[in-house]
C-alpha cells in the first residue's frame, strides 16, 4: 500500500512541488511508480488558473473513485492550487477523495498519509476526508527537498529551485494570490545552499521560480548600488562551480528593471531567453488588468534586453478576450505580439476565476471570438517561431546534454534559448555543455550532429572529444 503516482496540473512551480513531495515521500519509505495503474495512493497536484484545468483533474478524480469498488484502500489525494481554492466543497460532488491538501501543507502529505495507512492496516474503519488548506508561517521554505536519482540511473542536469510562494499583485483576472497567498521570499543563503548541494550532485542548469521573481526579498533585503535583491539571488547563483545556465520564471514588467536588463550583460550564465508576459498590448486593457505598465514601457524592456544580448529569445504569456476587449484593443495586442517576435507564447482565452474582480464585469468577450483572436495569434507564433528555427539550421549551438531521447537510441539536450535538439552522443556527455552543428528541425525540435575534435595525432587513433566550438549566434 505504499505505492504513489502524482499527477501534476499546470504551472513549472506546480511541477516543482510535486517533486518535493515525491521526494518527502520517498524519505519515509513510500515508492514513486510511473504507472497510474499500479499505485495504491493517486495524488493529484492541481491547478486554478483556468477553469478547464479544475475541471480536467475533477474528471480524473470522479474517473479515478471507481477504483475504489475493486481496490478499496485506494487512496485519492488532491494537492495544491484546487485544493485550496475549493477546499471542502470538493468532497460534495467528491466524497471519495481522501485528502484535500492545499499549497501551504504539502510537507504534511506524508504525514497525512501515514496517518491513513495506519488506519487501514489496523483494521480500522475508513474515516473521514483529511482537509488542510490553513495558511502556514514559513510555509515557502518547506519545498526544498530534490529526488535523488535512482543507483545507477543518469543523473539530473537541470532542476527548479523555488524561491518565492504567493503574489500580492492582485491582476484583475487571477486567481494566485487566493491559491498561493501573500508573497513570501526563501531567505538567500538557503537558496544558494540549495543550488550549491544540487550542482554538487550534477545538476548544470538552476531554474529559479516565483509568481513574480522580480519582487524577490523585497521585505526582506535593501538594493545596494542599485541592485535589487533578485539580481543580488542571481549573482550568488552565478558564483557556484559547476552551475552553467541559470535561468528564472515568471518576472513582471514592472519589476524589470535596468539592474536586471544589465545583468543580462554581465552574467553569462544567465540564459538568453526571457519569459516575460505581457497579457495584452492594449494600455486600456492592461489598465483594467490592474497591470502597472504601458505597451510603450513593455517594448522598451524587449529593446533593452535585444541591446544586451541581440540573439535574446523572448516568451510571454497572454490573455485574449478579456472583459470589455474591443477588436482596436485586440488590434494593439496583436501588433504589439508581432513586433516582439516570440520564440514561445501561452496564449489564453480569459476564463472566469469566481472571486476575482473581473469576474464581476459585464461585457464578457462571445467564446466563438476569444477563439478567433487566439488564432490570429497562434498564427503569428507559427510564422515567427518557423523563422527563427530556419535561422538556426547550419549554425552551431552550445547545447546542455540532458540524457538518452524517448526512444533510448539518441540523446536530447537544449539550447541556450531552451530549444530542445536530438542527436547522437555518448552517455558519458550527459551534463556536459557540447557544441551542435544544427542540421535540420522540425517545428519544435533540432536535429543535429556534434562537433567533434576528430583529429588523429597517431596514425589509427582518431579522438572524438568535443571541441570547444564557440556557439554562433541565430540571426
Ligand atoms: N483566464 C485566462 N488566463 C489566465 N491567466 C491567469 N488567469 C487567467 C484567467 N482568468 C494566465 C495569465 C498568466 C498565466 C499563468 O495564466 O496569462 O500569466
Redesign the pocket.
Known amino acids: 500500500m505504499n505505492r504513489v503516482y502524482i499527477k501534476t496540473y499546470g ?1 513549472q512551480m506546480n511541477e516543482r512541488d510535486s517533486e518535493a513531495v515525491a521526494a518527502m515521500l520517498r524519505g519515509r519509505g513510500y515508492r514513486i511508480v510511473d504507472d497510474e495503474n499500479a499505485c495504491d495512493i493517486l495524488l493529484l497536484n492541481t491547478c486554478s ?2 477553469d478547464a484545468a479544475e475541471q480536467k483533474a475533477l474528471g480524473k478524480a470522479g474517473y479515478a473513485a471507481a477504483r475504489k469498488k475493486r481496490q478499496p484502500d485506494f487512496v485519492i489525494g488532491i494537492l495544491g492550487c484546487m485544493a485550496q481554492n475549493r477546499g471542502a466543497a470538493i468532497l460534495d460532488t467528491l466524497p471519495d477523495v481522501d485528502l484535500v491538501i492545499g499549497t501551504q501543507k504539502f510537507h504534511q502529505v506524508p504525514g497525512y498519509l501515514d496517518n491513513l495507512r495506519a488506519a487501514r492496516e489496523a483494521g480500522l474503519p475508513i474515516g473521514a476526508s483529511i482537509v488542510d488548506i490553513a495558511e502556514e508561517a514559513g510555509s515557502q521554505n518547506t519545498i526544498r527537498d530534490h529526488l535523488d536519482a535512482e543507483a545507477g540511473a543518469a543523473p539530473q542536469v537541470s532542476a527548479f529551485v523555488s524561491i518565492q510562494q504567493g503574489c500580492n499583485m492582485d491582476c484583475h ?3 494566485v494570490p487566493k491559491t498561493r497567498g501573500d508573497e513570501r521570499s526563501r531567505p538567500m543563503e538557503a537558496i544558494v545552499a540549495e543550488c550549491r548541494s544540487l550542482a554538487s550532485k550534477g545538476v548544470r542548469e538552476i531554474t529559479l521560480l516565483g509568481q513574480i521573481v522580480t519582487s524577490y526579498g523585497r521585505r526582506d533585503y535593501r538594493h545596494t548600488d542599485g541592485v535589487s535583491p533578485f539580481v543580488q539571488l542571481l549573482e550568488k547563483v552565478h558564483e557556484i562551480d559547476g552551475i552553467e545556465r541559470i535561468r528564472f520564471t515568471s518576472p513582471h514588467p514592472r519589476g524589470f528593471k535596468d539592474d536586471l536588463v544589465a545583468a543580462y550583460a554581465r552574467l553569462p550564465k544567465l540564459c538568453e531567453y526571457v519569459h516575460l ?1 505581457m ?1 495584452s498590448g492594449s494600455d486600456r486593457i492592461l489598465r483594467a488588468m490592474n497591470r502597472p505598465y504601458s505597451r510603450e514601457r513593455y517594448l522598451k524592456i524587449v529593446e533593452a534586453l535585444r541591446s544586451a544580448r541581440p540573439d535574446m529569445y523572448f516568451s510571454t ?3 485574449v478576450g478579456y472583459p470589455g476587449e474591443t477588436e482596436a484593443d485586440f488590434e494593439q495586442t496583436r501588433e504589439l505580439f508581432e513586433s516582439c517576435n516570440y520564440d514561445m507564447a ?1 496564449i ?4 472566469v ?1 469566481s472571486g ?1 474582480v473581473a469576474a464581476e464585469l459585464a461585457d464578457q468577450v462571445p467564446e466563438a471570438e476569444k477563439e478567433r483572436r487566439n488564432q490570429v495569434l497562434l498564427d503569428i507564433l507559427h510564422r515567427n517561431s518557423e523563422q527563427r528555427t530556419a535561422a538556426l539550421i547550419g549554425t552551431t549551438q552550445e547545447v546542455l546534454v540532458d540524457g538518452p531521447d524517448k526512444t533510448g537510441r539518441r540523446f536530447t539536450g537544449r539550447t541556450r534559448g531552451n530549444r530542445v535538439c536530438i542527436f547522437d552522443a555518448d552517455p558519458r556527455l550527459i551534463g556536459q555543455l557540447v557544441p551542435l552543428h544544427i542540421e535540420r528541425a522540425s517545428v519544435s525540435t533540432l536535429y543535429g550532429s556534434l562537433v567533434l575534435a576528430g583529429v588523429s595525432d597517431r596514425a589509427g587513433e582518431t579522438h572524438s572529444a568535443p571541441r570547444a566550438a564557440p556557439a554562433s549566434a541565430a540571426a
Open positions: 504551472c488558473v483556468r483576472f487571477c486567481i508576459p497579457q504569456d497572454i490573455i501561452y489564453f482565452k480569459y476564463s476565476r476575482t
